[in-house]
């Protein structure tokens, strides 16, 4: 079965600040995506990333950086120099060869304070 | 870009109505999703549908539950006889054969009063 934890349910931070949201899986498949999605007050999902289990590099996109580690089953998000609209719910989410359907973590609160 | 679309963005509706979501997968794809998520919650899959059948459904799909793909375009879930506990966003996915990426509507709000 799978499972994807993250396991800080809220972070706070204040304006600026680097902050990291943990994520950690469960597969079985050799194959798989991992995703992060971001959702803002207004509830809609927003794709952020998406990694597939063959490529281990880590990714950068202006302030978001993304480290997959295989070896630990993990796949954490940093927002370096956080502002204060990266406040939103971060959900981490992994799909199988199944056809895409995905689990999702039950995600992160953060909030950033001016 | 293509992009799966869901209507309407926001709906309510009262206790013991039927009520049916509506969502336009992108066109090339073959897998069908919905997702529900209550508020405060993470977001759980429902049911996924290929080849015109469902492929998988979860605990929480049940016989309140269907879903159709009435026509070539249309993807729809039909909650009978809604309850309380039934208000939540629903999301609906669509994913290409042989895929494991699954691209995610904007949402349907269900408010039931």
């Known amino acids: 079965a799978q499972k994807v934890t993250q396991a800080q349910t809220e972070i706070s931070v204040v304006e600026k600040e680097d902050v990291t949201l943990d994520c950690v899986y469960e597969t079985r498949d050799t194959t798989y995506y991992l995703f992060w999605y971001k959702q803002p007050p207004s509830g809609e999902l927003v794709f952020l990333i998406r990694r597939n289990s063959f490529d281990e590099q880590n990714e950068i996109s202006g302030r978001y950086s993304w480290n997959f580690q295989k070896s630990t089953s993990s796949f954490n998000f940093t927002i370096t120099a956080s502002q204060v609209v990266d406040s939103a719910v971060y959900f981490c989410a992994l799909s199988d060869t199944n056809a895409g359907k995905s689990t999702f973590g039950d995600g992160t609160t953060l909030t950033v304070k001016p | 870009e293509p992009e799966v679309t869901q209507t309407p963005s926001h709906q309510v509706t009262q206790m013991g109505q039927e009520v049916i979501l509506r969502c336009v997968p992108i066109?090339?794809?073959?897998?069908f999703y919905w997702y529900r998520q209550i508020l405060g919650q993470k977001v759980e899959f429902l049911v996924s549908?290929?080849?015109?059948?469902?492929?998988?459904k979860s605990e929480i799909f049940d016989d309140q539950f269907s879903v159709e793909r009435p026509d070539g375009s249309n993807f729809t879930l039909k909650i009978r006889s809604t309850k309380l506990e039934d208000s939540a966003m629903y999301f609906c996915?669509?994913?290409?054969?042989?895929?494991?990426?699954?691209?995610f509507g904007q949402g349907t709000r269900l408010t039931v009063v």
């Open positions: 996915a669509s994913s290409r054969f042989g895929s494991t990426e699954a691209f």
């Open positions: 549908f290929y080849n015109n059948e469902i492929s998988e």
């Open positions: 066109s090339n794809h073959l897998y």
